[in-house]
């Protein structure tokens, strides 16, 4: 009896809900923007900021209204972004009425409600030498709308900016970069800081040695012209270049100050380049092994655990011999992944304890032009004899 | 001997190969666009044209420029698309001088390359009663830029043009459109000829009920304002909405010819809005019962795979009884996968073979504001008795 | 002449590269397992262990082998399981011989090299009522394979086992669990402990009641018999269904002691059911209000950014009125993302500062069978007038 | 009056719905298996059949029920399958009694019922040499069970079975195959008709030349022992390594009769391996070019859309110089994906119309174990000068 009223009366409560869902299961309520926030671990005190600091709208050859590089910018996880249009070209003229300090003035509010440091900055445009240049902290751009190059570039170093020169193989053969006689007056005036490492797809060893050399800050930056989404492969999980600022804290002057004291990093693509000091601290922060201490019999072999909490990869080669144990030759720690890493010992009657630092390099992350960092993963092995 | 000289000159190999890998794994080569085929079948010999009738661009409130919105077309595997930037609203008109015509002017070139169909369009922008409406198939925009709303619908009229109202639950209460007397005064002339059942997140099934009613053409259209990735969720296999519009070509003349015949049917999220004859073909063209003959012994079961060919989704509720069979309640044919059905006898003793036809409906097919596609999928059952 | 020789010798080395990358661009490297950790926050000062309670291998009806259940747990991020092969019902015995014991022997060793807790289990299987029971913490299966069910359930408890009972709705109408005298004798000797809210593909609210009345602890657990990427959908995100278990450190014992102390919650497709007190706190440190102090002038609004660091859902619905302000019907926070959310004033002419709670509610953290959790954002406003 | 009325009953309305989907969004229906189709068109008039003829279970070192093999080749699309338990090694036996038929006889009946070709099968597991072969299309395993390794190859021979040597790098130095007198000995008798040039993780370019010289059918099998969800990446879109056979119709017997008469080809990751007239039918019937007729003035580009409708990858590198066109260095044509090509005039004066292929080569199938197949993929062009 009970039974069969429950049922009926569930039979009810069915046709209800089959026709509710009927109506209700297609309605989508209007989207709010999410922001994906990129786990990179701060280091030394520092935050790690994510920037980039060169992108155009519609002002000048880009395909973006100003406040769409702003949304674009929290959505992709970024902390700061200078967009920074041609001063001397501007194809949309005929429609779009040439005015440079239009596109900052209206991305600005969108910027405020979002919590995104919108930095003032324009674009130099000149032909190879001196090629292109950034010119970033500005107060007022129009006084480096002006015929020669160097009294452009010197009006911006008259305010304060941060100047560096943009994609130095523009132009050139197979896009490798040429230091000119230009370069170096420029760079003996102290008239540019910086340099771009990556620009958009691509990467300029050569010019990350000049870095090194000649104390330039590295950036790295899209330099992009439609929306992000058509240039860079967000659905995959892609991102644009970016440069990884190391300030002290969330603000426009410290990144100012981490920039004039070449507190930079880039990342690109899987890579990220900077310096030894920042990278290792990036490495070390970003995994953990959870088992450092194990037992190994003779030849044995044993799991290790590392796990990255980053989103970060790291692409691990085996960089040397340890007379003890072998790893494996390769080993790719996945963002967000815990991975076994299998070490067996080289002698089956091996015996007593040690400390063991895994032999490892890191194949993308360049302390140097071609060079991973050497990391130290280090580990307690108990060796017991495997013989019988 | 042999082998260990192989085996260093394989050593020499991996060497070269580390260092080259080195130098080259994080090489991207300078991408190109890729369009995604929405796979949609063609009925009764018409072609199924994907088709957006309704978007801006910087030259009215939206945030791209022209020739964004054909690449977005292109990489999202549309047909045809309109740019229909308002006629009365042009909020950008400090920096982007007032021209009707130029939206279509700058993204024709990039139309042609790109083998989208670019129909000048122009959305004509009033206050609740008569509300906004689209004229698509337009010469010349200007006339229709004049003060009283009837000259502006009346001057895209007398050009041939294709007028449909938009969003007819603008500015209503909980959205829930209502149709004026002005909108009776138009409807009597013939000055419009279709109109939204969809816009943007938006499905408003009173406004399908008067396209049946009236015989108007149904449309479902993005009216995008930033770029698509933002406000459609692409990365995730979403899409913007759309009209499917059945024509005897790829051309714009047949897109009208289809629009006039109302051969058109709407596609937003996973449903699918139009007329029984074209969301029958839609769903037997992309199903296929790979295993249509079966036996069943007593009770007991048997599956049939179906195929689902096309990108579309298939939401089938059990719907009726058959008296020899039981189906499952809930069954979903998902895109570009073969799914097993399982079905079952009711009866220990039956014998001998039937046609049967499975009773679906499919939920998200709507033929009628609430009223999914009955569809008939045959099978011929052989029944054998469960009894030893 | 520099240009060309530098030309030429790039051309040799891209000829180098490319019959390189032709020989090695296909070559895979061994893979090495991955383990996806699931990001649930500890609460209270217990760890949020992930355990699941119940699965089968070949050696009763499941189809793998007892190793792969650690191999699986491992990979989906799981801290403990329990293998709970049926005593009394062995399909495979023609081919695998029956012995209770050897799918836990089997599997330690490959759970300890994991560091996956195993604990020794076993599913009493008899008719309803009172149909299927698990004892885990056993010592010793082979006393519980005895004829009659009270013995057996009996047997457990003399050995400490914690028992619980599985999937109550099991061969009942509608699967709608019943409670027979059976159950109510067994409850009264204290010889069950706790019960499943959720098994498989199911969530039985009924039991979930049950266990709030008569302080049993609640389970979920995924009684998987194929490899469980058949059963769930791995690949997409998704989850099997598991326990969390607010355990004092992570060992068998610590585990043991929660189960009894009813410290347990269910984690089941985007469901959490809980008590209160320990869902509030899943919720609470998870969650971050990114700008907690904002500003809003008159009935304008402005955006909150929540950001969500777990890999949880929490799905919100406004519940409740509040005076100053209006927020969304709906909100969804995604895992690992910051989303916007908008609230607006409700009067023009407000001026002043308030502490506010946002009146939400959380959809799927079910704190009674159909109860979400009411949550408390709280948030300082200033109010400025929105006159001119 | 009527709006606020409507407005009360929306209400109701809501909070039914509210209430409803509190209750049932969280209700999921027990799932059925899907099949992931992989498109690989037919060529030839032979149907392109997708088969993996090595892999294990419980009744050697697998670790899956011999019904799990026939369900997951369901599901990732195969149509042919041979489960292969090693005949003398069997490390489960203390559970699992030996018994060579068992596996095909449990796994036939879910063969049938899912239409998966069953194959009789058995892996002659011995020392090196002669290493590990399989046999294929067998009666009856138990002769094969013999003492001397000959004896078991020439049982399988004397049954008509279709006999494979295995992983021939197995246990040598690099994995690199050795030929020995054993294995000239077996091929002249013709006791062997076939070998792996893909297995598991790893292809062997040297047994790729060996088949092309010796007339031997190439295969390329998964060897998988786990689950293949764990061995091979499935969630992200990957595949088991496996042999595509080249049939006159979806039987048995036209699976042994293609392999006898060669006509297979090895599908492994992005690789195809196989002769060049299947591998050049393969990509002509994946691609089409859409726009094939296209006009350059002077040294202008013009896109070209080429549109892959199969599962595969096909990655293009220029091969060759075209006197009157440029054409990128490299391009990739995705699964399912229009791509644009983009090509450019040489020659500012050029005039006429011109029949091109444009100068291609796949990287990606293998027609020899380091060659490309060369394509040609036919344009006409018509050039316009490009000076004023």
Chains 1, 2, 3, 4 share one sequence.
């Not at 009896?1 to 046709?15: A, E, N, P, Q």
């Not at 520092?46 to 674009?72: A, Q």
Request: aromatic share 10%.
């Amino acid at each position: 009896m009970k039974t069969s009223l429950s049922k009926r009366s569930l039979l009810f409560v069915i046709t209800i809900l089959l026709l509710t869902l009927f109506v209700t299961s297609f309605v989508s309520f209007s989207q709010t923007y999410v922001r994906n926030e990129i786990k990179i671990p701060d280091v030394s005190g520092y935050l790690t900021l994510k920037c980039d600091f060169h992108m155009h709208t519609v002002f000048s050859d880009g395909e973006v209204w100003p406040t769409v590089r702003v949304e674009e910018a929290w959505c992709e996880g970024l902390d700061a972004i200078s967009i920074t249009d041609h001063i001397e070209y501007q194809p949309h003229k005929k429609d779009v009425l040439k005015n440079h300090h239009r596109p900052y003035e209206i991305a600005k509010s969108k910027a405020n409600e979002l919590g995104i440091i919108l930095i003032k900055g324009a674009e130099i445009t000149r032909d190879m030498p001196p090629g292109h240049f950034n010119a970033i902290f500005l107060e007022n751009i129009d006084p480096l709308d002006t015929e020669n190059w160097r009294d452009a570039i010197k009006a911006a170093n008259d305010q304060g900016a941060f100047v560096f020169w943009n994609h130095p193989g523009w132009r050139q053969v197979d896009e490798i970069p040429i230091w000119y006689d230009e370069h170096t007056d420029l760079f003996e005036k102290g008239w540019f800081q910086g340099i771009e490492v990556v620009n958009y797809y691509r990467y300029y060893p050569k010019t990350y040695q000049w870095a090194l050399d000649k104390k330039l800050t590295i950036l790295g930056n899209s330099d992009v012209h439609p929306p992000t989404g058509m240039d860079f492969d967000l659905a995959h999980g892609g991102h644009r270049p970016m440069t990884l600022v190391f300030a002290k804290e969330k603000s426009e002057t410290a990144i100012k100050e981490a920039l004039l004291n070449r507190r930079t990093a880039v990342y690109f693509n899987n890579l990220i380049i900077g310096e030894e000091k920042f990278l290792k601290l990036l490495f070390d922060e970003s995994n953990d092994v959870i088992n450092s201490e194990v037992t190994i019999k003779g030849k044995g072999g044993v799991n290790i655990q590392i796990h990255n909490k980053s989103d970060l990869n790291f692409e691990l080669i085996a960089d040397g011999e340890n007379a003890a144990i072998t790893v494996p030759q390769n080993l790719t720690l996945s963002p967000d992944r815990t991975v076994l890493v299998r070490i067996s010992g080289k002698n089956e009657q091996m015996t007593g304890t040690q400390k063991i630092i895994l032999p490892f390099r890191v194949k993308n992350l360049l302390i140097a032009p071609e060079q991973g960092l050497a990391i130290e993963l280090n580990m307690t092995v108990h060796f017991i004899s495997g013989e019988k």
